[in-house]
């Protein structure tokens, strides 16, 4: 904006007759200007990124990447095989935690209020008889925006440790915190996506011993 600015102060100074039309498309351009750039501005709020987003199409995608990698070299006691292992799988898992460490530090980062979608944006199962709403989703997050943030940044945390693990290619150290990724995201989403859930997650633990939102 200022160059634009500069540009036509310097072609009214230099204003031959022949040129004089020239100012006076810059005096009419810079206001044209001025208003796009409010526009602009004006636009934000929409454009932001919705904690849907950032889960749908960075957080989920980049935990299948991880998720594939321990898969592949999964021992019987499911750890992870470190004879299997070849050096550019061990490249692979560090990239792999890496991408879902920034796509968590994103999700950490969201700026505030925290939106859950965009207006007309329906989330997973929302439709099922048993599904949540965005609505009570929204909600949640509202009530303690600060424990989104929270979760997030312990996911974050846990892909550093992962990652740093596989630069050194200390499979016991990855294969237990690929072991624990899955109830790092259980653990948001039983506290913001679905905690009408809890009841029957616990009952299924207390009567089985088995923990399904692990
Ligand atoms: C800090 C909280 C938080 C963490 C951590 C988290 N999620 Fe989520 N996730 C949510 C919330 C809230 C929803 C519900 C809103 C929605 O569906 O977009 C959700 C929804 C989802 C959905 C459904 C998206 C849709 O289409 O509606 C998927 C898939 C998902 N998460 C995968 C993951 C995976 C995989 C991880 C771990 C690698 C994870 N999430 C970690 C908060 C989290």
Not at 42 to 49: G, N, R
Not at 61 to 76: F, I, L, Q, S, Y
Not at 151 to 162: F, R
Request: proline content about 5%; some cysteine; hydrophobic content about 40%.
């Amino acid at each position: 904006m200022d160059r634009a600015i500069f540009r036509c102060a310097t072609a009214r100074n230099n204003a031959a007759p022949t040129r004089r039309w020239r100012s006076a498309l810059c005096w009419l351009a810079v206001p044209a200007l001025l208003l796009a750039g409010c526009s602009k501005k004006s636009e934000q709020p929409s454009k932001k990124a919705t904690l849907h987003e950032v889960m749908k199409d960075e957080v989920d995608p980049r935990g299948d990447d991880v998720w594939a990698v321990g898969n592949k070299h999964m021992t019987e006691d499911a750890g992870l095989n470190g004879g299997s292992m070849t050096d550019a799988d061990w490249k692979q898992l560090a990239g792999a935690a890496t991408n879902l460490q920034q796509a968590a530090l994103e999700l950490a980062g969201l700026p505030d209020p925290i939106v859950v979608v965009k207006p007309g944006t329906k989330i997973a199962f929302e439709d099922a008889d048993w599904g949540d709403s965005a609505k009570s989703v929204q909600h949640n997050v509202d009530q303690d925006p600060q424990g989104v943030r929270d979760l997030a940044n312990a996911l974050a945390q846990h892909m550093a440790d992962l990652a740093a693990a596989a630069n050194k290619h200390d499979a016991a150290t990855a294969g237990q915190l690929i072991n624990d990724l899955d109830g790092i995201c259980e653990s948001c989403h039983v506290k913001y996506w679905y905690p009408s859930q809890r009841g029957l997650i616990n009952s299924i633990k207390k009567n089985s011993g088995v923990d399904p939102s692990t």
